[in-house]
């Protein structure tokens, strides 16, 4: 809790963007929070709170860090910043936005917040693995807010992107960022379990995919019943998988095989859980993805690796 008479000085006394960011930054140190939902410090953490409260993008920090601001300015970015330490929830939660791959989503506790480092890789057209040209049908596996598909919508706009979750609350927020990002024509919401609606609509060419992405729940029991405050705010469907955390994982990766296309790529986010996964499928030679701004636990697989080992039930 923020002591009283402290918030009440920086209202009265605190005069600028950089003095309420530098004190955001100071109360948010001494709260020992958790910082890992797209901010990794608890200065950029008082930055962004800041900015939304004056109605100001992220680009616009260098113009006002100096700009004095009017005492219901730093009254409600301290109520942002009191909220914060009190509820302990994420930032995003607060200000209902998300940046992925350089775009806003809008999020809140029905979905948990992009921070995925597969980011880098839409970015980049997933070129060092797989020719623009060719990618004609992509599948999102696990949606959540729909961030991957979006991007993936707008990195390759002559294809086809169908998005799926198992959860139609997440699937609602997700229909709001393909309305926002005007992608309602190349992305397709579907709610199903994995792959099970698709395998019930027939497998065809029109539900064989060049690329194949996911970041499904990957967080094992251990580690979920570690979770810091922040992290509890997120939906658990979103998060929980499993006593090892590869419950999800072991079937799309059993699944998806039947679903790419020749020369087609399975990517998918695992967290910490590299080792149990070499341990769980030995036979498969995972491609680790390395990354220029940070993260790990990303592995890519091709339809033909897949393909050698026919058998992975034998492995889950």
Sequence with gaps: MMNPETYTAAIQELRTLRD??????????????CFGHGFDNAWDEALFL???ALHLSPQEETKSADARLLTHERQ?????????????KPVAYLTQEAWFAGLPFYV?????IPRSPIAELIEQSFAAYIHEDEVTHILDLCTGSGCIAIACALAFPHAQVDAVDISKEALIIAEKNRHRHQVT?????????????????????????????SNPPYVNAE????????????PELALKGGEDGLTLVARIIQEAPHFLAPHGILVVEIGN?????????????????????????????TKEQLEKHEDLSEFS
Excluded: C
Excluded at 283 to 300: D, I, S
């Design 20 to 33: 309420m960011v530098r004190w955001g930054a100071t109360e948010f140190q001494k709260a020992n929070l």
């Design 50 to 52: 800041a900015l939304h």
């Design 76 to 88: 409600e970015i301290a109520d942002l910043y009191q909220r914060r330490i009190t509820e302990r």
């Design 108 to 112: 809140d506790e029905h979905v948990i």
């Design 185 to 213: 024509d190349s992305v397709r919401l579907i709610q199903s379990d994995l792959f099970n609606r698709l395998r019930d609509d027939h497998v065809s060419e029109e539900y064989v995919y060049n690329l194949i992405i």
């Design 223 to 234: 580690e979920m019943a570690e979770l810091a405050p922040e992290y509890r705010h997120e």
């Design 273 to 301: 859980n590299a080792e149990a996964l070499v341990e769980k499928f030995p036979q498969l030679p995972f491609l680790w993805l390395e990354f220029n701004r940070g993260g790990h636990g990303v592995f890519l697989l």
